[in-house]
């Protein structure tokens, strides 16, 4: 079955980088979009970042934009977040998904159960 | 920019609850509704505004007028405790709404 798992989370002190990872099983990764959404602590999801099959057009949501880079790896299955000058406001689980489309709408159809980023001196 | 109503929400098992979802620009049917609980991975309820994801009992329903979407639960269960998201996936950003958190009354 469609298996998303993220690692890379930890404590990160403001100002720094971290990558994250993100291993995809049970499905044609090389076919497919997938995207990257968090969550801060109390609030709600936030869309961050989406790239295409192939990797070869890559959106980012406006908080992250020239900080954060999505890639992929299709020989490893692998999805990856490199996030840099990272603040306190980037303190969310950070979840990939895996994207799906009818028609024009996109959406997220398997998630991975998340991974943890504190940004704290 | 998505709203959602209402933000919170109590109701008895048997139920039937509705959240609204609205759009600030037409985008056709794309719309979708996640579940989220806490410490677990969202899941996909419904896209395409009524499309019901395979798997996902038939009492959750979505439907669209307009900027207008809504979420139906025909009869509320205790496993449908949750937060409930829209996500319009018409345009980038891929904006998700505020969320409706639903408990029991």
Known sequence: QVQLVESGGGLVKPGGS?????????FDFSDSYMGWIRQAPGKGL????????????IYY??????RFAVSMDNTKNSLYLEMNSLSAE???????ARGGRVSQSRFFDYWGQGTLITVSS | ???????????????RVTFTCRASETIGDSVNWY????????TLLIYGASNLRGGVPSRFSGSAFGT???????SL?????????????????FTFGPGTKVGVK
Do not use: N
């Open chain 1, 18 to 26: 971290q990558r994250l990872s993100c291993t995809a099983s049970g």
């Open chain 1, 90 to 96: 980037d303190t969310a689980v950070y979840y990939c």
């Open chain 2, 1 to 15: 920019r998505m709203t959602q109503s209402p933000s919170s929400l109590h109701a008895s098992i048997g139920d």
């Open chain 1, 61 to 66: 949501g406006d908080s992250v934009k020239g």
């Open chain 2, 68 to 74: 207008e979407f809504t979420l139906t639960i025909d």
């Open chain 2, 35 to 42: 579940q989220h609980k806490p410490g677990k991975a969202p």
């Open chain 2, 77 to 93: 269960q205790p496993e449908d405790i949750a937060t409930y998201y829209c996500q319009q996936g018409y345009y980038i950003p």
């Open chain 1, 46 to 57: 936030e869309w961050i970042a989406y790239i295409s099959d192939g990797g070869s057009s």
